[in-house]
C-alpha cells in the first residue's frame, strides 16, 4: 500500500461481500417463491424479498464504489486521503442506517414503516428500486457528501489524473441523479417519466463512468501499459457510453404515457449502447494482450476480462434483444427484462467492483498478490459464478419467451397466472443455478481465508 | 486509434458530446412536457386518484406487480386491470386475500376500508386511461 489512509478502503469491501451474500440469500428466496409460491408466507412475502434483494444490490455496489475510491484516490492523486476519520465515521453510518432499513422491512408491514418514518411530510416511498424511507433516502444524501466532500479535497491537493476525474464525474453525477428520488408528482407518467432519471441515468449513464474508471485503473495496474493510452481509452469508452445512454433513456418512454417519438429516439439510440461494452471488450483484451509486465495477482486479471466481456453480454447483448420498439411492445415487462437486469448487472457492476477487491485486498494485506492457491480458488469462484450467471439468465429468457408467446403474441393469450404455471419448468432451473451461484460465492469468500507462499507488496 | 488522436482530443470529444446529447434530452423533455397533457389522463387527476397512488405506493405493490410494464414480475400486470376486470371484481379479490391456496403465489391482507377501496380503484382506473400507445397487446397484461 503507498498511502497509509488507503486503509479505509479495507472495511467498506469486506461490509461490500458481506451484503452480497444478503442480497443472495433473499434471491433464492424469491426463486423459490415463483415455483412455490407461499413459501415464508406471511412472513417474507415476495415484495419484502425483492426489496431487500434490489435494497442489498445497490447498497453493497456502492459499498464497492466507495471503497474503490478511497483506494484509488490516493494512490491516482499521490496523496494521502483528506479525512481517513471521515471515511471511517461514515462507514459506519452508513452500514448502521442500511441495516436498520433492512431490519425495517422485514419486520415491519412496509405501510407502517412509511408511517413511522415521515413519508408523509415527503412521499417518496413504494416506487422501485426507491422504497427506502425518507430518513434513509436523506443518509444516503449526507453519506455521498461527505463521501465526495473527502475525495474531491484529495483531488485538489494532489495530482488531477483522467482516472480520478472520470470517477468523480461519475460520482458526482450518482450523487445528483439520486436527488430525482425525493420528486414524486402526484401525476403517474410525470413519476414515472422522472423515477427513470434515476435508474436509468445511473445505470445506463453515471454509473459506466465509474465502471469505467474502475477498469482502467486495474489495467493500468496489471498491465502496465502507459497511462496515456489507457485514460484515452477510457475518454472513447466513456464518450460511447454517454452519447448512446443518454437518449437512450428513450427506451423506457415507449408505453407509458410519453409522446410516440420516443419510439424512435429511444431505439436508435439505445441500439447503440452495445457499441461501449464492446469497446470495453476489446480495450480490455487489447492492454492484458500489450502488457508489459507479469503482475502475479491473475485472479484480478480474469476479473478485469471477465467484466468486459459479461458486460457486453448482459448490458449488451440481452439489452438489444428487446430495446427495439416494435420489439419491446411483447416483451416490455416480461423475464426477458429479467434476464437482461440480472446479466446486466452482474456482468457490469458486480464483476468490477470483485474486479477492484481482487487487485486491492492483497495489497491491503500486505502483500502484491495472493498465493497461488488462493487466486486458483477466487478464479474457481469466478467460473461458477460467471457460468452460473450465464444459465440464469438463458433460463429466465426461455421463460421470457414462452410467456410472451402464450400471453401476449398469441390469437388466444392465456391469463399472467396461467402462464407462470407453464413456464415453471424454467423458473425449477433456474432457482437450482441460482444454489451454484451462492456455492460460487461460498468458494469466492473461503478463498480470503486460504494461506500459502505470498510475495510482499511492493 | 492512430498515433494523430491524442487524449486531450478524445477529452475534448467527451465533454463537446456528452453537452450536446444533455441539451438534446433536455429539448426533447421539454417538448414531451408540453405534449403530455394530451395524453396522460390529467384532467381526471381526482383527490380520489391521488389518495389511491398512495395507497399503491405505501403497500408496496409494485414490489410484486408491474404497472405499465414496470415493477415485479411476480403478479399480474395492473396497468389495464380496471378494464380486465372491472371495479367490482378488483375489491372482492384485494378484500379476499390471502387465498391460503396449498403452494399459490400469495397476495397479503391490507386491510382497506370501503373509502380505501375506492381510492384504489380510482387509481387503476385512472391509469388504464392514459394513453400508452396500445401497450399492452391484448387485456391479459
Known amino acids: 500500500m503507498q498511502y497509509q489512509s488507503q486503509a479505509v478502503a479495507k472495511p467498506y469491501f469486506i461490509a461490500a461481500i458481506g451484503l452480497f451474500v444478503g442480497q443472495i440469500l433473499f434471491g433464492l428466496i424469491m426463486g423459490l417463491q415463483y415455483v412455490v409460491g407461499d413459501f415464508l408466507f406471511p412472513e417474507i412475502p415476495f415484495n419484502v424479498a425483492r426489496m431487500v434483494h434490489t435494497n442489498l444490490l445497490i447498497v453493497w455496489l456502492l459499498f464497492g464504489f466507495m471503497g474503490a475510491a478511497y483506494y484509488m484516490i490516493p494512490e491516482e492523486a499521490e496523496t494521502e486521503l483528506h479525512s481517513p476519520k471521515l471515511a471511517i465515521a461514515m462507514f459506519w453510518i452508513f452500514l448502521v442506517a442500511g441495516a436498520l432499513t433492512i431490519v425495517g422491512y422485514l419486520t415491519v408491514p412496509y405501510a407502517t414503516l412509511a408511517e413511522l418514518t415521515g413519508n408523509d411530510l415527503l412521499e417518496t416511498m413504494g416506487r422501485e428500486f426507491l422504497e427506502q424511507p425518507l430518513i434513509t433516502k436523506v443518509g444516503i444524501v449526507v453519506v455521498a457528501l461527505a463521501f465526495l466532500f473527502n475525495i474531491s479535497m484529495t483531488v485538489l491537493k494532489g495530482r488531477k489524473t483522467s482516472i480520478a476525474l472520470v470517477l468523480l464525474l461519475g460520482l458526482w453525477g450518482l450523487a445528483v441523479f439520486f436527488l430525482f428520488s425525493f420528486y414524486n408528482p402526484s401525476n403517474p407518467v410525470l413519476d414515472k417519466y422522472f423515477w427513470w432519471w434515476v435508474v436509468h441515468l445511473w445505470v445506463e449513464g453515471v454509473w459506466e463512468l465509474i465502471l469505467g474508471a474502475l477498469l482502467a485503473f486495474v489495467l493500468i495496474k496489471v498491465t502496465g501499459v502507459d497511462r496515456e493510452v489507457i485514460e484515452k481509452w477510457l475518454y472513447v469508452i466513456i464518450t460511447l457510453t454517454l452519447i448512446t445512454g443518454i437518449i437512450g433513456t428513450g427506451h423506457h418512454y415507449f408505453w407509458i404515457g410519453t409522446p410516440e417519438y420516443w419510439q424512435w429516439w429511444g431505439s436508435i439510440f439505445s441500439a447503440l449502447e452495445p457499441i461501449p461494452f464492446f469497446a470495453m471488450t476489446v480495450f480490455a483484451f487489447n492492454m492484458v494482450n500489450r502488457r508489459r509486465r507479469e503482475h502475479p495477482n491473475k485472479a484480478a486479471t480474469l476479473w478485469a476480462l471477465g467484466t468486459g466481456v459479461m458486460a457486453f453480454l448482459g448490458a449488451g447483448v440481452w439489452g438489444f434483444l428487446h430495446t427495439l420498439a416494435p420489439v419491446n411492445y411483447y416483451t416490455h415487462g416480461s423475464q426477458i427484462t429479467a434476464a437482461h437486469g440480472h446479466m446486466a448487472f452482474y456482468g457490469a457492476y458486480v464483476m468490477v467492483v470483485l474486479c477492484i477487491i481482487s487487485y486491492a485486498m492483497p495489497v491491503l494485506r500486505g502483500r502484491a498478490a495472493n498465493s497461488n492457491k488462493a487466486q486458483v480458488m477466487e478464479m474457481w469462484s469466478f467460473w461458477l459464478m460467471t457460468i452460473a450467471m450465464v444459465f440464469i439468465t438463458l433460463f429466465l429468457t426461455a421463460a421470457g419467451i414462452l410467456q410472451v408467446w402464450l400471453q401476449r403474441f398469441s390469437d388466444t393469450p392465456m391469463s399472467f397466472m396461467a402462464t407462470q404455471d407453464q413456464i415453471s419448468l424454467f423458473y425449477w432451473m433456474r432457482e437450482w443455478t441460482g444454489v451454484v451461484f451462492l456455492i460460487g460465492l461460498v468458494v469466492y469468500i473461503a478463498s480470503f481465508f486460504v494461506k500459502g507462499e505470498t510475495r510482499a507488496a511492493a | ?141
Open chain 2, 1 to 141: 486509434m492512430s498515433g494523430t488522436f491524442t487524449k486531450s482530443m478524445a477529452r475534448n470529444v467527451f465533454y463537446g458530446g456528452t453537452v450536446f446529447f444533455i441539451l438534446l434530452f433536455l429539448a426533447l423533455t421539454f417538448d414531451s412536457m408540453a405534449t403530455l397533457p394530451k395524453r396522460d389522463n390529467r384532467q381526471n387527476l381526482t383527490e380520489e386518484v391521488v389518495a389511491g397512488k398512495k395507497l399503491w405506493e405505501v403497500n408496496n405493490c409494485i414490489g410484486c406487480h408491474t404497472l405499465l410494464g414496470e415493477g415485479a414480475y411476480f403478479a399480474p400486470e395492473l396497468g389495464n386491470v380496471y378494464v380486465r376486470r372491472g371495479p367490482e371484481f378488483i375489491k372482492a379479490w384485494i378484500k379476499s386475500q390471502p387465498t391460503g391456496a396449498p403452494g399459490r403465489r400469495q397476495m397479503p391482507q391490507f386491510n382497506f376500508s370501503d373509502e380505501e377501496l375506492d381510492q384504489m380503484v380510482a387509481f387503476l382506473k385512472y391509469m388504464s386511461e392514459i394513453n400508452t400507445n396500445d401497450w399492452p397487446p391484448n387485456v391479459e397484461g
